[in-house]
């Protein structure tokens, strides 16, 4: 009889583990968006961009964002490019990249704004386009990002892609960089949601990971979605952006 209710105690917490809800993400899928579409962006001018820090951003042709960041190191001052706008938590990030050089990284911010909650670029002062800036350890602004085509300043491919969770630019999580040749178009979702967050290169899932919680200060939740291009020639192109409601 002992052996009976053991296994019967089994068989009921088999059932009843099918009807837990399965987290976004589990069991290594790149999670698809159900949701409307809350921003495309199709390009035409800069009116819903915001440019801090070196460089440049322009429209070299209708439909693509170029963003370049020369004569620059890693760490130091880039250039950024912000959309102005604020979106929710629960969404996904897509967007086309193409890197025309090698020399430096892309990185892209999620759900950026003060730490008290402030609108970023209304309202706290303006950023030079140091890194510390955004992520430092006294930085004022709240946000995680990922680096995707990841070249050192000496041309040389890193082969790995950073989770970071700001500020104090604490490593969330690690994963191969899929984003390995220049001059090819590599299509980019970022999902987030909650504490869960992917990246997915060319529908595939290159890495994730889910904020267990443990830092003194809240999780990032919503505000805006920027890029960083640092290094010392760091020239990419970015079309087809669009913003989508996860559910």
Same mark, same amino acid.
């Given at each position: 009889?002992?052996?009976?209710?053991?296994?019967?105690?089994?068989?009921?917490?088999?059932?009843?583990?099918?009807?837990?809800?399965?987290?976004?993400?589990?069991?290594?899928?790149?999670?698809?968006?159900?949701?409307?579409?809350?921003?495309?962006?199709?390009?035409?001018?800069?009116?819903?961009?915001?440019?801090?820090?070196?460089?440049?951003?322009?429209?070299?042709?209708?439909?693509?964002?170029?963003?370049?960041?020369?004569?620059?190191?890693?760490?130091?001052?880039?250039?950024?490019?912000?959309?102005?706008?604020?979106?929710?938590?629960?969404?996904?990030?897509?967007?086309?990249?193409?890197?025309? *050089?090698?020399? /430096?990284?892309?990185? @892209?911010?999620?759900?950026?704004? =003060?730490?008290? $909650?402030?609108?970023? !670029?209304?309202?706290?002062?303006?950023?030079?386009?140091?890194?510390?800036?955004?992520?430092?350890?006294?930085?004022?602004?709240?946000?995680?990002?990922?680096?995707?085509?990841?070249?050192?300043?000496?041309?040389?491919?890193?082969?790995?892609?950073?989770?970071?969770?700001?500020?104090?630019?604490?490593?969330?999580?690690?994963?191969?960089?899929?984003?390995?040749?220049?001059?090819?178009?590599?299509?980019?979702?970022?999902?987030?949601?909650?504490?869960?967050?992917?990246?997915?290169?060319?529908?595939?899932?290159?890495?994730?990971? *889910?904020?267990? /919680?443990?830092?003194? @200060?809240?999780?990032?939740?919503? =505000?805006?979605? $920027?890029?960083?291009? !640092?290094?010392?020639?760091?020239?990419?192109?970015?079309?087809?952006?669009?913003?989508?409601?996860?559910?």
């Amino acid at each position: 009889m002992r052996w009976m209710w053991v296994w019967i105690m089994v068989a009921l917490a088999a059932c009843t583990s099918g009807d837990r809800k399965r987290p976004a993400g589990q069991a290594g899928k790149l999670v698809e968006p159900q949701g409307e579409v809350l921003f495309a962006e199709e390009f035409k001018d800069l009116s819903n961009w915001h440019h801090e820090g070196a460089g440049r951003i322009f429209i070299p042709e209708p439909g693509i964002l170029r963003i370049e960041c020369i004569g620059s190191q890693q760490g130091g001052v880039g250039a950024q490019a912000f959309c102005r706008l604020d979106f929710p938590d629960g969404i996904a990030i897509e967007y086309d990249l193409k890197v025309l *050089t090698n020399n /430096g990284l892309i990185i @892209t911010f999620v759900a950026m704004k =003060g730490l008290e $909650g402030e609108d970023m !670029i209304a309202g706290l002062p303006p950023r030079e386009g140091r890194f510390d800036e955004y992520t430092g350890a006294d930085a004022r602004l709240r946000s995680y990002h990922v680096s995707v085509s990841r070249y050192d300043d000496t041309g040389k491919h890193t082969g790995v892609s950073n989770w970071r969770r700001n500020p104090g630019l604490h490593l969330m999580g690690q994963g191969p960089d899929l984003c390995k040749e220049i001059r090819q178009w590599y299509r980019i979702r970022i999902v987030k949601d909650g504490g869960l967050l992917q990246l997915g290169v060319n529908g595939q899932l290159a890495h994730e990971f *889910t904020d267990p /919680g443990e830092l003194a @200060t809240p999780l990032p939740t919503d =505000g805006k979605v $920027g890029f960083r291009a !640092i290094g010392a020639n760091v020239q990419a192109l970015i079309r087809n952006f669009r913003v989508v409601a996860l559910r």
